[in-house]
């Protein structure tokens, strides 16, 4: 009898484990974990190496830096007659409808500058860019994005001067995670502040204008714990409008990327790293996603979203802002091309960055809470570019797909 009943019991232990090693090699599969991930191949600091058109090793650089739903919606024209210089354009194909006056795009543009300027320098060039060259847009057509480019980009040879930045380009640009209670301080800030007025001026940065480049530009943070209460109340009330929009919560439904097939595929939008999923959970999660797609909808997105809004709201000790007098289309570029320089500072000492972008955005469900957010930190006027989370963080994120160049040039 004992026999039997050991039997029995080795059989049902055998199913259990039967069916759910099956169960987890079809999660597996059917997220595609045993996929190589070529949408990382970017971030490889050789990547820049597979091309012998020097702009192409610049834009290499660029392609990985940090942007607006990470659309990467950028293109980029390189002419036969000037070996030299190329054109930067939006791509108005990826255009999203959260940020409808592409405000946000043209932000993220300023930061794909400025890792290109880095990645210049470790080449022995200077990089130098004229904004707008054909003048601003006057609408947001398809025409006019197309004609229009956001810059002209031209190098010329230098010195080899390598940054210090140059390695933090390789590092996650955004981390999601709980920050410590400990803000960075007054030491660290100032320090970060300074780079307002000594970037561009000819030592790190080769832009337009010099030390002029940030002129009129504000770099406010924020450590008092009402400000940071506040700010992350109206950020977690930014998620909810945002869900609240249904024409941007199936957007943002849309550009997330369910498995290892859909980024190696896409090569852009959202992803399970983005929320710090990694191994067996991010594959766990992807393999769900794909399997019962009917259970990932807006609903079950907009309740993970609002708990993790509500999770950073908890554990951030700073916040910081990038204020510009107007609204212009080169003030947006500007703006983009700060914040990036302070995320790679940011990065030297141990900080991590995560950027908010719904309070801000221009889309009708946001009008109210946006001039809120301007009543209250920027009363004086000007246009709030960019607001973010900073702090230490708690864990390690991984980083997200990023498109082949050769994708982006037309």
Excluded: W
């Amino acid at each position: 009898m004992r026999a039997r009943k050991k039997h029995r019991f080795l059989k049902f232990f055998t199913a259990v484990i039967t069916v759910t090693l099956i169960m987890l090699l079809a999660l597996g599969g059917a997220s595609g974990g045993f996929l190589q991930a070529d949408y990382l191949e970017p971030h490889n600091p050789d990547y820049y190496r597979g091309f012998s058109d020097v702009r192409m090793q610049v834009i290499a650089h660029g392609i990985i830096s940090p942007n607006s739903h990470n659309m990467q919606a950028f293109l980029l024209s390189l002419s036969d007659e000037d070996e030299d210089s190329f054109f930067m354009y939006c791509d108005p194909a990826k255009l999203l409808k959260s940020d409808p006056l592409m405000r946000e795009n043209l932000c993220s543009s300023g930061a794909f500058i400025r890792y290109m300027e880095v990645g210049a320098q470790r080449l022995g060039l200077e990089l130098a860019f004229d904004l707008f060259p054909e003048g601003e847009y006057e609408d947001v057509s398809e025409q006019e994005l197309l004609e229009k480019p956001i810059a002209k980009i031209t190098l010329t040879e230098g010195e080899f001067a390598p940054s210090a930045l140059y390695s933090h380009m390789f590092e996650v640009n955004v981390n999601r995670s709980a920050y410590r209670k400990d803000a960075p301080d007054q030491r660290i800030i100032s320090q970060l502040m300074a780079r307002k007025d000594a970037a561009g001026s000819g030592g790190e940065t080769a832009g337009e204008g010099g030390a002029q480049l940030y002129e009129g530009i504000t770099l406010k943070f924020f450590t008092d714990p009402a400000d940071v209460r506040e700010i992350g109340s109206l950020a977690v009330r930014g998620k909810e409008a945002e869900f609240s929009a249904p024409e941007v919560a199936a957007e943002y439904l849309e550009i997330t990327r369910r498995n290892e097939y859909q980024k190696n595929s896409f090569r852009t939008g959202f992803s399970a790293e983005g929320q710090g999923f990694k191994g067996f959970l991010k594959n766990a999660l992807q393999g769900t996603m794909t399997a019962l797609p009917f259970a990932f909808n807006t609903r079950t997105l907009e309740i993970s979203q609002l708990h993790y809004a509500k999770m950073h709201a908890d554990n951030t000790p700073c916040y910081i802002m990038v204020i510009t007098p107007e609204n212009t289309r080169a003030m947006q570029v500007k703006a983009g091309h700060l914040y990036a320089d302070i995320m790679l500072h940011s990065k030297m000492y141990g900080l991590a960055v995560h950027p908010l972008s719904q309070t801000l955005s221009d889309f009708e469900k946001m009008d109210s809470l946006r001039q809120i957010m301007h009543n209250n930190y920027a009363p004086d006027g000007g246009r709030i570019q960019m607001l973010s989370r900073m702090g230490y963080p708690t864990e390690q994120y991984e980083q997200s797909a990023r498109q082949d160049i050769r994708a982006l040039i037309i």
